[in-house]
């Protein structure tokens, strides 16, 4: 009997060859026999004893399943029948999913991975649960972000959010079986790496063509990395224009913050992470460009996206946690949005670009706010002003719910010196706190900066 679809020979066994086993179980099923050429001859193996102990032990523990395991006799030589079932579910090798198709078997990536499980499954990619990581593994600091926010834009109470983590998750529809879904180690756990590589933010700051000048990487879970990357971008990449206004100083960047703000959470929401790329993001004098993965909805072109449409998320786990956290939107206004910031600010509307499965947004650059600069920049607030409460001010004007650790670090100042420098500040009514310690921000009240 020759190897064919649902038939592989192999001489002696490795445990690498559990992945065939995986392959068989994704498809239609198949039989492999250990202690067989390529020509079908029966070879003389050693250890098949012990072999038929732990190999259905080795196919249990790694995959999941179970399969059929015989000693077959041929010519006086003993070899080993593995029949495998097909699975009902998708089956996975350390996280790989593997499927036999013809005679080879193929490591599923990107969006034939998306495609096969929804087949098997009926879920999307996003709401598949994991093994190995449980409610312990969840990042405090990316929880407690998500609960602030919540609670910030109104989307649920703080009574509604004060119960354990396992509590929150079913809650958030993160849990199936007691499993944490996919979408939860996405988006709280420090090192979602683990599942699915990728994910992470890049940004880049480029001159003319590909002189790349400066660039950052951010990792970690997708709150942590929402609540950073808007920061970065604007504290380390764009410099403001200034102005005054009745000695009240007016800063303008080249991009409506806002804007781009949704538009990097539409990309961290709607991404196909399952393509293992990371959202990308490219700034110019001229234009930003903020680029990931995705899977359009059948029909869906770019005169579809930037009219008013029904909000068909790519991951609908992950977008239903985003919009509890007010990070989007839930009735498909986040290109409308991005397009109002764009006018407001007094800029092009952006554009909107699909190739193939890759969609990038085109920012345009305010011509009376740009600033030619090609050095490395430090934190912006570093340049702002010459006194540690007035770098303070800047950073709160950019983003109010900034801690003061955090504050000390972009300003490589002491953690005392700014909680000093804001009790002053507070003391004098230049700034007051807006809520409790853990869910409020930092109000500034009509400062004026010297002339």
């Known amino acids: 009997m020759a190897e064919s679809q649902n038939i592989e020979y192999k001489e002696s066994w490795r445990d690498e060859y559990l992945k065939w086993v995986c392959g ?203 609540d950073k990357v808007i920061d970065l971008i604007y504290m380390k990449y764009l410099k403001a224009k200034i102005t005054y206004e009745h000695d009240v100083r007016v800063e303008t960047y080249p991009f409506p913050r806002e804007g781009v703000r949704e538009a990097i959470y539409n990309a961290l929401g709607h991404n196909n992470y399952a393509a293992s790329i990371p959202i990308q993001i490219r700034i110019e004098e001229d234009a930003m460009y903020i680029s990931n993965n995705c899977i ?43 397009c109002e910031s764009c006018r407001e600010l007094g800029t092009s509307d952006p554009e909107y670009i699909v190739q193939g499965n890759d969609i990038t947004v085109k920012f345009f650059a305010l011509e009376s706010a740009k600033i030619s600069d090609s050095k490395v920049p430090k934190y912006q607030a570093d340049t702002l002003a010459d006194t540690l409460a007035e770098r303070i001010l800047a950073l709160l004007m950019t983003n109010p719910n900034i801690t003061q650790t955090k504050l000390a670090e972009c300003l490589k100042v002491s953690v005392p010196s700014v909680k000093r420098t804001m009790k002053t500040l507070s003391d004098s009514g230049e700034i007051v706190r807006k809520g409790g310690r853990r869910y409020g921000y930092w109000e500034i009240k009509n400062h004026k900066m010297p002339l």
């Open 24 to 226: 068989f179980a994704n498809a239609q099923g198949g039989t492999i026999y250990i202690g067989i050429d390529d020509a079908g001859n029966v070879v003389e193996m050693k250890n098949v004893k012990k072999l038929m102990e732990d190999i259905p032990n080795k196919i249990q523990s790694g995959l999941g399943i179970i399969a059929e395991v015989n000693k077959l006799t041929k010519d006086g030589l003993d070899y080993i029948e593995i029949r495998v079932e097909p699975s009902s579910y998708p089956v996975n090798y350390h996280g790989e999913y593997h499927y036999r198709s013809g005679a080879t078997k193929q490591q599923l990536h990107g969006v034939a991975l998306t495609e096969f499980i929804r087949e098997k499954t009926g879920l999307l990619w996003d709401a598949v649960p994991v093994d190995n990581i449980g409610i312990g593994d969840l990042d405090r600091d990316s929880i407690e972000i998500f609960k602030r926010e919540a609670v910030r834009k109104k989307r649920m109470t703080k009574e509604d959010l004060d119960i354990p983590d396992d509590e929150l998750m079913d809650h958030l529809d993160l849990l199936e079986n007691g499993k944490l879904k996919r979408a939860a180690v996405m988006l709280f756990c420090r090192k979602p790496g683990r599942i699915v590589t990728g994910c992470y933010v890049k940004v880049g700051k480029f001159g003319e063509g590909s002189d790349l000048q400066y660039q950052d990487t951010v990792e970690g879970s997708l709150f942590n990395i929402a």
């Open 296 to 338: 359009l909805p059948e029909d869906w072109t770019v005169d579809t996206l930037m009219k008013p449409h029904k909000s068909k998320p790519f991951n609908p786990s992950i977008a239903n946690v985003f919009y509890r956290a007010g990070y989007i939107e839930a009735w498909g206004r986040g290109i409308q949005k991005i």
